[in-house]
């Protein structure tokens, strides 16, 4: 069974720095691997999706590594907001199975301070 | 940009009623799914549905919980006879055919008293 993990379950940075969030799964055989953003009591903001043949992908400040192998991923925020600050998370879809489902991580709560 | 949207927003219930969430998918979207997150847990699986059936469901999804496509924009979720445990935010993705990206709605928050 496909256990997703996130480290830290919580982070607080200054405005400005540059941060890392990781996301790990237990099972390397996934089709691909996508970031959200979920902020309170609000839906989930699809943020970056990357294939399992892809190592990476980029929007704006974001970044998003993928070692499948190693059964990781990071996600690179550069020059953090206020803005930022939201609840992010990682999901997994698995190779096989036709529902697509996807399975989620425990999430990295980011707070970015003035 | 078009959204999926959730009715209601939030829903407040007596053990035992039956409710049914709603959800309207992106247009062109031909893969729905439903997800729960408990409050402080992980977002959870339900179900996914293609082509006016069940594709996969969890085993969360038992015999109280059923999901109907009844028109061309609609996408619903029942819960026969609700449970305090049932106590969640439920959300609504969809996708079209292609892409991966699911797309996510605001959710609704069902509180079983």
């Known amino acids: 069974k496909q256990e997703v993990t996130q480290i830290p379950a919580a982070l607080s940075v200054p405005e400005g720095e540059n941060l890392v969030l990781n996301c790990s799964f237990t099972?390397?055989?996934?089709?691909?691997l996508q970031w959200f953003r979920q902020d309170p009591g609000k839906g989930l903001t699809s943020l970056l999706l990357i294939q399992s043949s892809q190592r990476e992908q980029t929007s704006g400040r974001l970044n998003a590594s993928l070692d499948k192998s190693s059964g990781r991923s990071t996600l690179y925020i550069a020059a953090s907001q206020p803005g930022d600050s939201a609840t992010y998370l990682c999901?997994?879809?698995?190779?096989?199975?036709?529902?697509?489902?996807?399975?989620f991580g425990t999430g990295t709560q980011l707070k970015v301070e003035l | 940009e078009p959204e999926v949207t959730q009715t209601p927003s939030h829903q407040v219930t007596q053990m035992g009623q039956e409710v049914i969430l709603r959800c309207v998918p992106i247009s062109n979207h031909l893969y729905f799914y439903w997800y729960r997150q408990i409050l402080g847990q992980k977002v959870e699986f339900l179900v996914s549905?293609?082509?006016?059936?069940?594709?996969?469901k969890s085993e969360i999804f038992d015999d109280q919980f059923s999901v109907e496509r009844p028109d061309g924009s609609n996408f619903t979720l029942k819960i026969r006879s609700t449970k305090l445990e049932d106590s969640a935010m439920y959300f609504c993705a969809s996708r079209p055919q292609g892409p991966d990206t699911q797309y996510f709605g605001p959710g609704t928050r069902l509180t079983v008293l």
């Open positions: 999901a997994v879809r698995r190779l096989t199975g036709g529902g697509n489902k996807l399975t």
């Open positions: 099972d390397s055989a996934i089709y691909n």
């Open positions: 549905f293609y082509n006016n059936e069940i594709s996969e």
